[in-house]
């Protein structure tokens, strides 16, 4: 008996036709086979595979974390500001993803990390290039922190690009600027690569559009975006600081950092200062 192509490569599932000789699988469209094939214990304690799994899906999240900013500030410089407000919605669900595999990590103990941490050698999460990424596009810039990647020229030039082009925030002012605000040369035309320096009148531009919202209504919102997005990467960063206190002290760090005394300095770093401190100014 003759039967087409559909017929023979059917199976029925809950009253619907599933086709089994697709040309083109889940498993394939999303490279499965490698995403579920990169993780290499190095000893067979239990433990090993969850702090794998949390670090790679983590350094997932960074990466469309970094997407989505990248098309982000893109649309800052365009001055259309309407998608750029989803995109920056999404990096804050994507950061409570983030938050959220802290949480995981910190159903293992103490004892249960001891017995595998000799084997991570100096590897440590103060590496990823993808964090300070994130953190150089948000405007956290510190030049030395790329030297751990010196060996890496791919990622050391990478890096070194990020650092020396305007941050989010530093966009940001400069489209305050064309709008009329009055932000000084010193914050529309700097060395990018410099950490930020608070500026009062950057402050006042945000007092302004605070206390008319209705006239400023984009660009009260997009300071609210921002906001947002540095709220949720303070709570990140102090889910990190408790995880790492509660598993290993004050122990030292395995890439050589003072571990849970350099967390607690982070916690202190503002990505838009001046959109806390205006909050005391209004």
């Known amino acids: 008996m003759n039967s087409d192509r559909s017929e023979s490569t059917a199976v029925s599932l809950a009253g619907e036709d599933i086709h089994w000789d697709q040309d083109l699988s889940y498993g394939e469209y999303l490279g499965l086979s ?26 997932l999240w960074l990466k469309l974390s970094i997407h989505e900013l990248t098309a982000a500030v893109e649309q800052v410089r365009r001055d259309e500001l309407r ?24 159903t293992m103990t103490p004892a249960d990390y001891l017995k595998f941490r000799d084997q991570l050698g100096e590897s440590s999460g103060f590496q990823s290039y993808q964090y300070r990424t ?11 922190m790329i030297e751990v990647h010196r060996a890496n020229p791919d990622v050391y030039g990478a890096l070194k690009e990020t650092l020396n082009a305007p941050s989010f925030y530093d966009e940001t002012l400069r489209l305050l600027w064309k709008r009329g605000f009055d932000i000084p040369a010193s914050h529309r035309d700097r060395d990018w690569a410099a950490p930020y320096v608070p500026n009062d009148a950057v402050e ?17 919102e997009l300071a ?16 990190h600081l408790k995880t790492v206190e509660r598993i290993i002290g004050r122990k030292r760090g395995t890439g050589g950092t003072a571990g849970v005394g350099y967390l607690v300095k982070a916690l202190n770093l503002k990505f838009f200062p001046e959109l806390w401190s205006v909050r005391t100014a209004l």
């Open 224 to 239: 609210e975006k921002l906001v947002d997005v540095e709220y949720h990467f303070q709570q990140w960063r102090f889910s």
């Open 34 to 59: 490698g995403v579920l094939n990169a993780q290499h214990p190095r000893t067979d304690h239990h433990d090993e595979m969850l702090f794998i799994i949390i670090h790679q899906v983590s350094e």
């Open 204 to 220: 006042a531009a945000w007092a302004e559009i605070y206390g008319n919202v209705e006239k400023y209504w984009d660009l009260y």
């Open 83 to 106: 998608p750029a407000f989803k995109m920056l919605s999404r990096v804050s669900r994507i950061q409570h993803q983030l938050i959220q595999g802290w949480e995981v990590l910190s």
């Open 134 to 144: 994130l953190e150089f596009m948000l405007g956290n810039k510190n030049a030395a």
